[in-house]
C-alpha cells in the first residue's frame, strides 16, 4: 500500500480508537496535512458506519463525498462482535481486495489516510488471519492507542513485545484522555511508564497525548 496509509489500533475494543482516530485526524488538518479516515471493517451496523459519523463528528466536517462514496467504510457486517465471526454470521467473506483498493483511492486523494481497526491487535479477522497480520502484510505504519485505565501497562507491554516481533514500525502511540478516568494517581503514573518504554525501545515512535475534547 502507499506510504501515507496509517494504520490505528489499540491495547483492546474499550480503548476509545475511534475517538482517538477522530482527533489525530483533525490535528493533521489543523497542521495542514488533509487527512482521512477509514473504518475497515465495521462491526454492528447495517449500510453505515457508526465510526466514520464519530470521525467527522470531531474532525467538524460533517460526512465526506468519500463517506458516501462507501471508501471510508469498505467492509460493513451487521453483528457486533470480532469481524471473524460477524462475517461467518452474515455469510460472507471480508472482501480485502476492496478494502485495499478504497484505501489506495484514498491514499491518492489525501496527505495522508488514518485506518482503524477492529478491537486490539490480535483480533482475529478470518479463523486463520489477525489484524496484526494485516498490519505486517501491509507494510503499514501503526499508530498504537492505549490510556491510563488500570491494567493498561499490561497490555501495552504485551502488544509492543508483539510489534517488534513482527517487524512493524511503531508510528506513533496516542495515550488517551478518554474516556475519563477517576483514578488520576495511575493515569499520570502509567502515562509516564509507558513514555519512558516508548523513549527507550522505540526512540522512533512520537509519544502523543490525545486530549478529552468535550
Same mark, same amino acid.
Given at each position: 500500500?502507499?506510504?501515507?496509509?496509517?494504520?490505528v489500533?489499540g491495547?483492546?475494543?474499550?480503548?476509545?480508537?475511534?475517538?482517538?482516530?477522530g482527533?489525530?485526524?483533525?490535528?493533521?488538518?489543523?497542521r495542514?496535512?488533509?487527512?482521512?479516515?477509514?473504518?475497515?471493517?465495521?462491526?454492528?451496523?447495517?449500510?453505515?458506519?457508526e465510526?466514520?459519523?464519530?470521525h467527522?463528528?470531531?474532525?467538524?466536517?460533517?460526512?465526506?463525498?468519500e463517506?458516501?462514496?462507501?471508501?471510508?467504510?469498505?467492509?460493513?457486517?451487521?453483528?457486533?462482535?470480532?469481524p471473524?465471526l460477524?462475517a461467518?454470521?452474515?455469510?460472507?467473506?471480508?472482501?480485502?481486495?476492496k478494502?485495499g /483498493?478504497?484505501?489506495k483511492?484514498?491514499?491518492?486523494? %489525501?496527505d *495522508?489516510v488514518?485506518v482503524?481497526g477492529a478491537?486490539? &491487535?490480535m #483480533? !482475529?479477522?478470518t479463523?486463520?488471519?489477525?489484524?496484526?497480520?494485516?498490519?505486517?502484510?501491509?507494510?503499514?505504519?501503526?499508530i498504537?492507542?492505549?490510556?491510563?485505565?488500570?491494567g493498561?501497562?499490561?497490555?501495552t507491554l504485551?502488544?509492543?513485545?508483539?510489534?517488534?516481533?513482527?517487524?512493524?514500525?511503531?508510528?506513533?502511540?496516542?495515550?488517551?484522555?478518554?474516556?475519563?478516568?477517576?483514578?488520576?494517581?495511575?493515569? /499520570?503514573?502509567?502515562e509516564?511508564?509507558?513514555r519512558? %518504554?516508548? *523513549?527507550?525501545?522505540?526512540?522512533?515512535?512520537?509519544? &502523543?497525548? #490525545? !486530549?478529552?475534547v468535550?
Amino acid at each position: 500500500m502507499e506510504n501515507n496509509i496509517y494504520f490505528v489500533s489499540g491495547i483492546d475494543t474499550n480503548i476509545g480508537k475511534s475517538y482517538a482516530t477522530g482527533v489525530i485526524a483533525r490535528t493533521w488538518n489543523e497542521r495542514g496535512v488533509r487527512t482521512i479516515t477509514q473504518k475497515f471493517i465495521q462491526t454492528g451496523n447495517v449500510g453505515y458506519s457508526e465510526d466514520i459519523d464519530l470521525h467527522r463528528s470531531l474532525m467538524g466536517t460533517g460526512l465526506l463525498e468519500e463517506d458516501r462514496e462507501g471508501l471510508t467504510m469498505p467492509e460493513i457486517f451487521s453483528y457486533p462482535c470480532s469481524p471473524h465471526l460477524a462475517a461467518e454470521i452474515d455469510g460472507r467473506e471480508i472482501d480485502f481486495d476492496k478494502i485495499g /483498493r478504497a484505501a489506495k483511492e484514498l491514499a491518492a486523494r %489525501y496527505d *495522508a489516510v488514518l485506518v482503524e481497526g477492529a478491537g486490539g &491487535l490480535m #483480533v !482475529p479477522l478470518t479463523r486463520d488471519f489477525l489484524t496484526i497480520d494485516y498490519v505486517a502484510e501491509q507494510d503499514l505504519p501503526l499508530i498504537f492507542v492505549t490510556s491510563g485505565k488500570l491494567g493498561s501497562i499490561n497490555h501495552t507491554l504485551l502488544s509492543f513485545e508483539a510489534i517488534r516481533n513482527r517487524g512493524i514500525r511503531l508510528h506513533t502511540v496516542a495515550y488517551n484522555l478518554f474516556p475519563v478516568e477517576e483514578d488520576t494517581t495511575i493515569q /499520570r503514573d502509567t502515562e509516564n511508564y509507558i513514555r519512558d %518504554y516508548v *523513549a527507550k525501545n522505540f526512540p522512533e515512535a512520537e509519544f &502523543l497525548v #490525545v !486530549p478529552f475534547v468535550k
